[in-house]
């Protein structure tokens, strides 16, 4: 020992960063068994696996010279990395922008649907004492090339198999359209930083905030009305009857989707009008998987149909992303 | 697309960092069948799997407030990084070291050895141009608390069961002592920065560079003829014959672990009296793995004796890392 001081009086916590963590062998081998169980779902249903550098680009394009993304919106990286020559790089934040890039770039010549999943740590900001991981293990897959319904409800097919195949019981599938609600907001004449103010509030799913925010605009007691209700709106095939205008639109997706599953999966959707996702590549349909065994969403994704054209290929898309340690977490939870 | 540029104008180099690559399902088939016929040799043998974060402090210490660690020598993280708030990490490098941290502080009630195995990327510095890999995928073994012979032994055995699972036939595993050099240095009376270059250029394997060296000292023609003589002494067991002075009692060493081996392990070793390491923490026996399908070393360990004791907890150690990417091209070479 190097130093005086007992060992003692140190805590586990002062060897490690927060936000991370050691997994010992116990653990290690039942998220094994969990991500082999995964793997074989995936691979059955034609979904090659790949890996993609933890280290990237800032920007996705930033070498690429003479081409700019001034729309580009995907999540900003959280970790900035300096090499010894001092070169900036981040650390990956998700997979679904890179599969995008090796879909676009590195399967030019094939013809879609491109079928891909993965296995890999996806990197966090957090917000001290809040529990959150830096380091994230994820597991997932990225449909190229096939558009809604039928892209849709593979890939939540997939999902479903895949939970059950983890051996998951109780999970739900809440589904939504990331198109609703900007678009009622739309017909309401609600735009630019007010309506951002108000996305937020309903992807923090605080309705109190949201409610206060709607007051503000002064909106007609109709639009005011639909606007909370729809925020609101959670259930069976049921609550996708009924409604009219943009939303009529919206929910005729969501009944296309939920016809062309099977009924495995389709019992396990959950319609979620009010459902937001803060990445802003999603594009139509979204989802987050729920399990009682756990107090937060366990998976999550949806479409993003306009991704693939920033990496040079139009093509739609659709994927979803699941938390392994929180998957595990819910499959103990459930055996308990 | 969001720019005129002719897409066919980008290489796949503009997309991603120099030193990284994209692992497509092909060759990720075989990594996996790869890494699973590793990881039950290695559960066979009793070592669990562990995983540990990949971001890290800068020093294994630098929050254990109180205690410091002047004598570090383990290698420097190449990638410093920060995040939002700024606090400064930095990016694992290997997996001994946090390890040695786990086996010290999680198991301190548990009686030694302790079996640990991992298949985690480390993250290194590359040189421009050189073809060198930031991100390396490694599986290793840690053997905690048994010391040399007998720990050495069972990790060479772990080591060789392990590329045989693999399917490697070719390969050879160069086995030295880290600490036979420096004492012939020392006998020799070279100390301070002169003995640090020659260490250096024997880690390089330049002989030119080491003669230079030895040239410029002036020893006496027996030290300067024996210095060279053992840089360059590889073979069978009989070159641990006929030695006296402290080179006898490296050998011995090594003579010992020789015995104390499965013959189908006995066979794979050759003697490599010059093989230094280049990371400070290793103390007796060092090995390297070679395959003559691929112009690099494939894997390397040994063992390191002292490093438990900057964690508090003083124990001998042992242990391997093969870089995965290596082992599969050696085997994709063999086939052919």
Do not use: K
Not at 43 to 61: F, Q
Not at 116 to 141: D, K, M, N, T, W
Not at 251 to 256: D, F, M, Q
């Amino acid at each position: 020992m190097s130093s005086g001081l007992p060992r003692s009086e140190l805590s586990l916590a002062d060897w490690i960063p927060s936000g991370t963590r050691d997994v010992l062998p116990d653990e290690m081998r039942e998220l094994r068994a969990l991500t082999d169980r995964l793997r074989a779902v995936f691979e059955r249903a034609g979904y090659g696996e790949v890996y993609t550098p933890a280290l990237e680009y800032e920007s996705p394009s930033a070498q690429a010279e003479g081409i700019a993304h001034p729309e580009w919106t995907g999540p900003r990286h959280a970790y900035r990395v300096f090499d010894e020559q001092g070169a900036a790089l981040a650390l990956r934040s998700d997979m679904t922008i890179p599969i995008a890039r090796v879909a676009a770039t590195r399967y030019r010549q094939t013809e879609p649907p491109l079928r891909f999943c993965y296995f890999a740590h996806a990197y966090r900001a957090v917000r001290p004492q809040r529990g959150q991981s830096r380091e994230l293990l994820q597991a997932g897959i990225e449909l190229v090339g096939a558009p809604s319904p039928e892209g849709t409800a593979e890939v939540l097919t997939v999902l479903c198999d895949a939970l059950d195949a983890a051996g998951l019981r109780s999970y739900r599938v809440g589904l939504g359209d990331a198109s609703l609600y900007p678009a009622l907001l739309e017909t309401a004449g609600v735009d630019g930083q007010v309506r951002e103010r108000i996305l937020g509030e309903l992807v923090a799913g605080n309705y109190v905030g949201l409610e206060r925010e709607l007051d503000a605009l002064g909106l007609g007691q109709e639009d005011r009305s639909l606007l909370l209700a729809v925020a609101r709106t959670r259930g069976g095939p049921e609550v996708l009857e009924g409604h009219s205008g943009p939303l009529e639109e919206a929910v005729a997706g969501l009944r296309t989707v939920h016809s062309l599953l099977h009924p495995h999966a389709a019992e396990r959707i959950i319609f979620d009008l009010g459902l937001v996702r803060n990445l802003g590549y999603y594009t139509g349909a979204v989802f987050q998987v729920y399990d009682p065994a756990h107090g937060v969403p366990i998976g999550q994704g949806g479409r993003y149909d306009q991704l693939l054209a920033r990496f040079g290929r139009p093509m739609p898309a659709a994927g979803f992303a699941l938390g392994l340690e929180r998957v595990h977490i819910a499959l103990t939870g459930e055996e308990r």
